[in-house]
């Protein structure tokens, strides 16, 4: 029995103006900008139809344009702030490729450019899932390290004394042991379309999540994110 051709939509949403690095969906790693690392991977993935970049940012989009991803429009300006938040910028995404083109996909990937270490593999993985068992979304985490467990963090109190967080249930787990946990970075979301305006979330209701490498696991937000891949990077290389 043949398998299904699902229409499976890139995005990588790109917002130009950025306060701790400027433009850091661009910013250089070993020479090459961040963006160029995600979209090489989006290239490679094989559950992909179609790639494209969401950008305010015509430095940015140049990049897109030469690196083989489509520019399909210029975000405007007032879903590029600070405070723009993602939902609004697919939202906006999907209508104009349905008004403009009559394109709708049976699924969307979500990658941010400053995720330059993620994978094809940890891609494929998230939209195999997706459609293997019928979910809203995918999205990709790593397992928290137990040293930075919630139940081995501490708060500190208006008198200046610390506490476990979680003080209950730190002395309930050495009874019944400690759980795993997570944490989504938000460097793969893949998600049905109709999500959006069924439930308002990108999530839906029936969401899964694939379990990434820790070092794999990197959004440039500061400098020492930058120091971080760029060591990944030299070690793959």
């Given at each position: 029995?043949?398998?299904?051709?699902?229409?499976?939509?890139?995005?990588?949403?790109?917002?130009?103006?950025?306060?701790?690095?400027?433009?850091?969906?661009?910013?250089?790693?070993?020479?090459?900008?961040?963006?160029?690392?995600?979209?090489?991977?989006?290239?490679?993935?094989?559950?992909?139809?179609?790639?494209?970049?969401?950008?305010?940012?015509?430095?940015?989009?140049?990049?897109?344009?030469?690196?083989?991803?489509?520019?399909?429009?210029?975000?405007?300006?007032?879903?590029?702030?600070?405070?723009?938040?993602?939902?609004?910028?697919?939202?906006?995404?999907?209508?104009?490729?349905?008004?403009?083109?009559?394109?709708?996909?049976?699924?969307?990937?979500?990658?941010?450019?400053?995720?330059?270490?993620?994978?094809?593999?940890?891609?494929?993985?998230?939209?195999?899932?997706?459609?293997?068992?019928?979910?809203?979304?995918?999205?990709?985490?790593?397992?928290?390290?137990?040293?930075?467990?919630?139940?081995?963090?501490r708060v500190i109190d208006t008198e200046r004394y610390t506490h476990f967080l979680f003080q209950?249930?730190?002395?309930?787990?050495?009874?019944?042991?400690?759980?795993?946990?997570?944490?989504?970075?938000?460097?793969?979301?893949?998600f049905r379309p109709s999500n959006l305006k069924e439930y308002g979330t990108i999530q839906g209701?029936?969401?899964?999540?694939?379990?990434?490498?820790?070092?794999?696991?990197?959004?440039?937000?500061?400098?020492?994110?930058?120091?971080?891949?760029?060591?990944?990077?030299?070690?793959?290389?």
């Open positions: 029995m043949q398998k299904k051709t699902y229409k499976v939509l890139a995005t990588v949403t790109a917002r130009g103006g950025s306060k701790r690095i400027p433009k850091k969906s661009i910013v250089p790693l070993l020479g090459k900008p961040s963006i160029i690392y995600v979209i090489e991977a989006l290239k490679k993935a094989k559950r992909i139809t179609r790639l494209i970049v969401d950008t305010d940012d015509a430095e940015i989009a140049d990049i897109g344009r030469k690196a083989g991803t489509e520019i399909p429009f210029m975000r405007p300006a007032y879903l590029a702030t600070d405070t723009t938040p993602h939902i609004a910028v697919l939202k906006y995404e999907l209508d104009f490729l349905k008004e403009k083109e009559g394109y709708a996909p049976d699924a969307v990937v979500l990658v941010q450019p400053t995720s330059p270490l993620v994978s094809s593999e940890e891609i494929d993985k998230c939209i195999e899932l997706l459609f293997k068992e019928n979910l809203d979304s995918v999205e990709s985490v790593f397992e928290v390290p137990t040293h930075f467990h919630p139940f081995a963090q209950k249930e730190r002395t309930e787990s050495k009874r019944t042991g400690i759980k795993p946990t997570t944490y989504a970075m938000g460097n793969v979301y893949c209701e029936k969401s899964k999540s694939v379990i990434i490498e820790r070092r794999t696991a990197v959004d440039i937000d500061e400098l020492f994110d930058v120091e971080i891949a760029e060591t990944v990077l030299k070690n793959l290389a």
